[in-house]
């Protein structure tokens, strides 16, 4: 399966409900864009679509007589043709556990009904240009480490989640200028997904973001790296400062955090700290 360039002009989506009239919305909003959009009505017919011809990405609904959403995106995860394919979930219902569990699974991202087309395309777009953005970001860290000086054993892989334009692009400007390299995702449920397929040293993730917080990402990326044995430190950004906003912090299984306003250097030395005492 590649990724399309133009991911509007091409991409296949295939779309997995068993509401004729959700699979007709989903149609219309997506067709309306450019996409090519394949439906089936419950999960084995998914998995059997999705052999015969593999999509670019899976919406999937998860109550579904039969098989659920949740088994039919392991069996995706546990194909070796059919794993690297992002998986959106559709769900009626917005609960904490369920997105876990969704992204445990291996979802990309969560979607709750009744949505807005608009959102679902926006989700879409994403999601099929972070493979891309992740790939790149891997190919200069294997270039930069081949050239084998002092100053790439020091450069990081720093996974940012924040949904305010103006500080994703003050992060960005602080780390790169010392060197680092940076993925930025604007909320929470796309940083579980980056960090399951991405190999970073630290992540920063803002507290109040859209979709799903950083609290339940922290958590839901904890979850997975436990049943996987990995660990990469999580650095909270906060706009608040009282000491039941930091417990929860380090009750989710955050490592340090930085309140917001901060300094270029309070960033980087945090960044970096976490980073040595993650190689000891």
């Known amino acids: ?58 919406l999937l ?11 039919v995106c392991k069996c995706l ?6 794993r690297d394919i992002p998986v959106i979930f559709i769900s009626g219902l917005n609960d904490t556990q369920g997105q876990v569990k969704a992204y ?11 949505f807005r087309g608009e959102d679902i395309q926006s989700r879409i777009k994403v999601n099929l240009a972070l493979p891309q953005q992740k790939q790149l970001l891997l190919n200069q860290s294997k ?26 692009e003050v992060v960005r400007m602080f780390l790169a200028k010392h060197g680092h390299e940076v993925l930025i995702v604007p909320d929470g449920a796309q940083a579980v997904a980056a960090a399951a397929d991405g190999d970073f040293d630290v992540i920063l993730m803002d507290i109040q973001m859209p979709v799903m917080d950083g609290i339940t990402a922290t958590e839901a990326i904890r979850a997975a790296q436990a049943a996987e044995g990995q660990y990469t430190p999580i650095v909270a950004i906060t706009a608040f400062s009282m000491q039941k906003d930091k417990e929860r912090c380090i009750e989710a299984g955050m490592d340090r955090f930085i309140t917001k306003p901060f300094t270029r250097s309070n960033l980087l030395d945090t960044v970096e700290q976490v980073a040595k005492e993650r190689r000891k």
Do not use: F
Not at 151 to 162: D, F, G, M, T
């Open 1 to 58: 399966m590649c990724q399309p360039t133009t991911p509007h002009a091409v991409a296949d989506i295939l779309v997995v409900d068993d509401t004729p009239a959700v699979l007709q919305t989903l149609t219309l909003t997506l067709e309306s864009v450019g996409y090519k959009v394949r439906t089936v009505a419950n999960g084995a017919l998914a998995l059997e679509a999705a052999w015969q011809q593999p999509p670019d990405l899976i």
């Open 143 to 168: 270039h930069r480490r081949q050239e084998g000086t002092d100053k790439v054993e020091r450069r990081l892989r720093v996974l940012v989640a924040e949904d305010n334009p103006v500080n994703q």
């Open 104 to 114: 445990q699974c291996g979802g990309v991202d969560y979607i709750t009904k009744p």
């Open 61 to 71: 609904d998860i109550r579904m007589p039969g098989m659920d959403g949740y088994e």
């Open 77 to 82: 995860k546990a194909n070796a043709v059919l």
